[in-house]
């Protein structure tokens, strides 16, 4: 399936794809478009819309994208619950809900400066998502 969202991902537009590939649809073809393209490109394309205005799937009842995913596939795992706490930080206004929701959101915007190549970008990242995700487990097992 098709996937769509903005360009210039941070954060939730690199945090959803990597939940997406991974949780959700293994096969997902994330496409990156301009703001006012993606719900033209979601149609023609047919592809899920997520993380743009009046998108599918998007900020909702104080949640980010990441979270509203999570909700709406019944994702369960701890780990990845966890995860969302951070991810919420970084993305919304609410930077203080962990102690590395800052530094995410510092580094989602700084490869914004170093990386020009959305779907590099989103290769590069998914490596920091991982390696988030496997602390987050470590932290509950209580390592």
Known sequence: MKWVTREKPKTDRIACPWLIKRWIDPEAEILYVPREQVLEVA???E???FDAPNAKYGHRDGKCTFEVLIEEYKL???ALLELAKIVHGADTSDLQTTLQSPG???IGEG???VVEDDHENLRIQ???YDA???W???KLKGM
Request: charged share 20%; aromatic share 12%.
């Open 43 to 45: 149609k023609r394309e």
């Open 132 to 134: 988030l995700y496997a």
């Open 126 to 128: 998914s490596y920091l």
């Open 47 to 49: 592809a899920i819309s």
């Open 104 to 106: 995410l959101r510092a």
């Open 76 to 78: 369960t795992d701890p």
């Open 136 to 138: 987050c487990q470590a």
């Open 111 to 113: 490869f914004l400066h």
